[in-house]
T-cell receptor
Framework: DTGVSQDPRHKITKRGQNVTFRCDPISEHNRLYWYRQTLGQGPEFLTYFQNEAQLEKSRLLSDRFSAERPKGSFSTLEIQRTEQGDSAMYLC?????????????FGEGSWLTVV | AQRVTQPEKLLSVFKGAPVELKCNYSYSGSPELFWYVQYSRQRLQLLLRHISRESIKGFTADLNKGETSFHLKKPFAQEEDSAMYYCALSGSGGSNYKLTFGKGTLLTVNP
């Protein structure tokens, strides 16, 4: 499967611990996105990379959150000092910005439960 | 600010009946509109986008700029259409990177 892959798929952590999620986009895609989804809501935009540059961060992304995309390939999303309110599905997506449009492909997500 | 509203959280129809999932949007510009679908235990995937004007799996959606709506329709629902449907919006051109999603509608097609 050459789709967007995310790891781990599930993570249970104690409040105050740090967690890191990894995303491997579709190989030729130059854009990478992180979204968050909570129960009963649609995905909410967190941040986006064009190659290795992080071009926008949502106000939802507090100082405890940091995302990187070294070398413009895979990306990591780290949450420091987790809180119960961080419990959510974290979705990664990627796309190729081209003249024909910008179809965004999603991964299966990483479920985070903070206890 | 851009906003997408899906007024129905749940929609239940019988097989063979027509189905319409409603979507209204707010955007000060020319948006691109999408429908995404998530089948049970599968990832979110693009169903259709308004600029393609395609019919996918029998679904169509017409962008109505006057009513700011992008309702998804299918004349004869099938059981395999049961899924979560999300309407989404992005800006056009240089601001087409960010999707704003509605809260979704769970469609159940009963036999």
């Amino acid at each position: 499967d050459t789709g967007v892959s995310q790891d781990p798929r599930h993570k249970i952590t104690k409040r105050g611990q740090n967690v890191t999620f990894r995303c491997d986009p579709i190989s030729e895609h130059n854009r990478l996105y992180w979204y968050r989804q909570t129960l009963g809501q649609g995905p909410e935009f967190l941040t986006y990379f064009q190659n290795e540059a992080q071009l926008e961060k949502s106000r939802l992304l507090s100082d405890r959150f940091s995302a990187e995309r070294p070398k413009g390939s895979f990306s990591t999303l780290e949450i420091q000092r987790t809180e119960q309110g961080d419990s959510a599905m974290y979705l990664c997506a990627s796309s190729w910005q081209g003249a024909s449009g910008n179809t965004i492909y999603f991964g299966e997500g990483s479920w985070l439960t903070v206890v | 600010a851009q906003r997408v509203t899906q007024p129905e959280k749940l929609l239940s129809v019988f097989k063979g009946a027509p189905v319409e999932l409603k979507c209204n949007y707010s955007y000060s510009g020319s948006p691109e509109l999408f429908w995404y679908v998530q089948y049970s235990r599968q990832r979110l995937q693009l169903l259709l986008r308004h600029i393609s004007r395609e019919s996918i799996k029998g679904f169509t959606a017409d962008l109505n700029k006057g009513e700011t709506s992008f309702h998804l329709k299918k004349p004869f629902a099938q059981e395999e259409d049961s899924a979560m449907y999300y309407c989404a919006l992005s800006g056009s051109g240089g601001s087409n990177y960010k999707l704003t999603f509605g809260k979704g509608t769970l469609l159940t097609v009963n036999p």
